[in-house]
């Protein structure tokens, strides 16, 4: 439940969610055999079924060698039988010629960069026992490790003279109870005074600090902690990467992003800023003090004048208007550079010459890329098409961006910045997708029950019959916030879905980025109100069309989607012969109390139940979907993992309790080694299996 494009690329994610989806955290029992390329599975049928999504190739990254003929990047290839994953790098010239791959081992390289002289390739890898800094040759040949630093660390960048680098490193926090615990090594039990004690997936027992060290080629010294132990996180936790902590071009100033908050004050806040730190006499300083909301990812502009950074307004509001807010350094006159473009502003990348910036944002469903010039703040669109398109680097006349759509997997093309020609320079899964055939795409605009114009995405299943009549899917949509655009994802996909001979109807509801800061904000306070309306309005108008079976309709969402799901089983009368809930929200009351990001809570749902005077929280409480429980009449499939602190796995339980208590037809699936995903490959493929079998128990 949680908009986070502001804080990938997601490294995405740090690497959840790096386009490639991290490797599994449970580690396989067959060492012996590592991934190092692509399986080809099996595509006789000429659909895509699960155990093709994980045989796909994930492309995620990439950096542009110094002399800017050379692209490097990094394919993420699963094993079902293993059960995990491995990234391998490749590099190609920008043209797209001479693709090569440069590692084959068994475990993952990420953080991946060109050394500053192009001599070298630094990386992450755990190949020592821990993740350490490792470089090679650009051929692959040479690899040597750089680092080997206890504990191993999570991150790092070079300093543009080569002379030092920075990395980041979790620290332990002190145990203020040690105390008690004298005498007792196995004791288990947790004792905790204050807020945030866990954080996503896993139990607050670090912070994430960042270091500096000499370097000269052949290993590191000198350590030190810039942030001199204060118990705060940089990059923030859980998501943040690499792109929240940045060195100006002179090597003298670290930026970085931090929330100097600690405890219930962190819990409650999204009051992140950007902090100097001078390398010369180790000061630091808050570059955005009195700057309330989110302020993450700093990028120096190459001759060292200007940083900008995205930041968001409000406090507590964590789907605030992602704004590109630029700074003069020589006067430290801070500009508000798309305070006239109603869209977000992410993945910042400044122009060579440093006059104009590029980044990407979402609009009507499509993520494109655009440009930022300083001197008069004019912003011109250079892509368009239904796509994605995620990070994005300069590489002379042409843009080097990693783009997707929802019939294609990620690659990576170029973009030319004057005439917006576009060029596929990767072809990960050439052999797999030609074998395929997708379900076309389809963009409607439908009136809501207001008379509002709502964009709703259609997509048909593969070789579709207007004269048959299909079951249909209303997909709900989690965040709440966020964009519903063209992502290709590896459990929601909507072509595996009508692969299936289902139709999918995905509407963009009111709370859907890419419309504007009004829609997008219709949602707080309001789950259960124009949201809702504004699904039916998608399922009913789509059970119009005489090549939809209206008696054969069903409702599948995951996080806020999954609150949909279990709201609509209470109000739908009669509409869904099936429902699907993942990770959902039941009881608004309990996950006030059991979620972690307190801030969420009290902006979208209003503030505690026990404010008997806030009228909004109040009408927000009493539309929980475990209130109308007694109207459910639809199976319903709850599916949930025991490590997902955001929505606890309770919300679950009660809610398939409450199914069969009350004669509802109901299944429960539980993973207790996943989080608010699902990402180990044999649960993936688990997942669609329930999934599609209990849609076709009940719709087919």
Not at 301 to 326: H, T
Not at 476 to 482: H, R, V
Not at 528 to 546: R, V
Not at 652 to 667: C, D, K, Q, R, S
Request: net charge negative; with cysteine.
């Amino acid at each position: 439940m949680k908009k986070i494009q502001f804080y990938l690329m997601m490294s995405i994610v740090a690497i959840w969610i790096s386009a490639c989806e991290a490797p599994s955290k449970k580690e396989s029992t067959k060492q012996d055999a590592p991934i190092i390329g692509q399986s080809m599975p099996d595509v006789s049928g000429g659909k895509l079924t699960p155990e093709i999504l994980w045989a796909l190739g994930r492309v995620s990254g990439h950096a542009i060698s110094p002399d800017g003929q050379s692209i490097l990047y990094g394919i993420s290839y699963y094993s079902v039988e293993q059960n995990k994953g491995n990234r391998e790098l490749f590099t190609m010239d920008v043209s797209g010629e001479n693709n090569k791959q440069i590692t084959k081992s068994a475990k993952s390289e990420f953080n991946e960069m060109w050394r500053p002289d192009g001599e070298k390739i630094g990386f992450l890898c755990a190949e020592s026992g821990s993740v350490q800094m490792w470089e090679m040759n650009p051929d692959g040949t040479g690899r040597t490790m750089i680092t080997d630093i206890e504990g191993g660390i999570t991150g790092f960048k070079y300093a543009p003279d080569q002379s030092k680098i920075l990395y980041t490193k979790e620290i332990p926090i002190p145990n203020k109870f040690a105390d008690l615990y004298k005498g007792l090594p196995d004791a288990t039990g947790r004792l905790n005074d204050d807020l945030m004690y866990r954080h996503w997936d896993h139990w607050v027992d670090t912070w994430s600090h960042i270091f500096v060290a000499n370097y000269d080629g052949l290993k590191v010294w000198d350590d030190r902690d810039i942030m001199e132990g204060e118990p705060f996180d940089s990059p923030l936790s859980p998501f943040g990467g690499m792109e929240q902590i940045n060195w100006s071009p002179d090597g003298l100033t670290i930026a970085y992003t931090c929330k100097k908050l600690t405890g219930k004050a962190y819990s409650l806040s999204t009051n992140s800023d950007i902090y100097l730190y001078d390398m010369e006499n180790g000061g630091t300083v808050n570059m955005t003090k009195g700057m309330m909301g989110f302020d993450v990812a700093p990028e120096f502009s190459p001759d060292g004048r200007y940083i900008a950074w995205q930041s968001m307004e409000r406090d507590g509001y964590e789907s605030d208007k992602n704004r590109l807010f630029v700074m003069d350094i020589e006067t430290n006159q801070k500009f508000y550079g798309t305070e006239n473009f109603d869209q977000n502003a992410d993945g910042l990348t400044w122009a060579s010459d440093s006059k104009s910036l590029f980044f990407t944002s979402d609009w009507h469903s499509r993520t494109q890329i655009y440009r930022y010039f300083i001197e008069d703040g004019k912003i011109i669109q250079l892509t368009e098409g239904m796509v994605d398109y995620k990070s994005v680097t300069e590489a002379g006349d042409f843009l080097v961006a990693v783009r997707n759509s929802i019939a294609q997997p990620a690659d990576l093309f170029s973009v030319n910045m004057k005439t917006g020609e576009e060029k596929q320079l990767t072809f990960a899964n050439k052999d797999i997708l030609d074998k395929l055939t997708m379900g076309k795409v389809e963009e409607r605009w439908m009136k809501t029950f207001d008379g509002e114009d709502m964009l709703t995405l259609i997509i048909y299943p593969p070789n579709f019959d207007p004269n048959k009549k299909y079951p249909a899917l209303l997909y709900c949509k989690g965040g709440p916030q966020g964009p519903l655009s063209q992502n290709f994802h590896y459990r929601w996909n909507y072509e595996l879905m009508a692969a299936n001979d289902y139709i999918i109807v995905a509407p963009n509801r009111r709370g859907v980025s890419g419309f504007g800061q009004a829609w997008q904000e219709q949602i707080s306070g309001d789950y259960h109100g124009k949201s809702m309306q504004d699904y039916l309005t998608a399922i009913d108008e789509m059970a119009k069309e005489p090549f939809v079976d209206a008696d054969r309709l069903g409702a599948v969402g995951a996080s806020a989607g999954g609150y949909a799901v279990y709201y609509l089983a209470g109000i739908h009368e009669g509409r869904f012969k099936a429902l699907i809930a993942h990770d959902g929200i039941f009881n608004e009351e309990a996950q006030y109390l059991e979620t972690e990001e307190m801030w969420f809570e009290n902006w979208d749902i209003g503030g505690p139940f026990w404010d008997k005077k806030n009228k909004i929280a109040q009408e927000a409480y009493a539309h929980s979907p475990h209130k109308f429980v007694g109207n459910w009449d639809a199976p319903i499939l709850v599916i949930h993992g025991e490590h997902d602190y955001r929505v606890v796995y309770t919300q679950g339980m009660t809610a398939f309790n409450a199914a069969i208590l009350n004669g509802v037809p109901a299944e429960y699936l539980h993973f207790p080694d996943e989080n608010h995903w699902v990402l180990q490959p044999q649960n993936g493929i688990l997942w669609q299996r329930v999934f599609f079998n209990w849609l076709d128990k009940w719709l087919k």
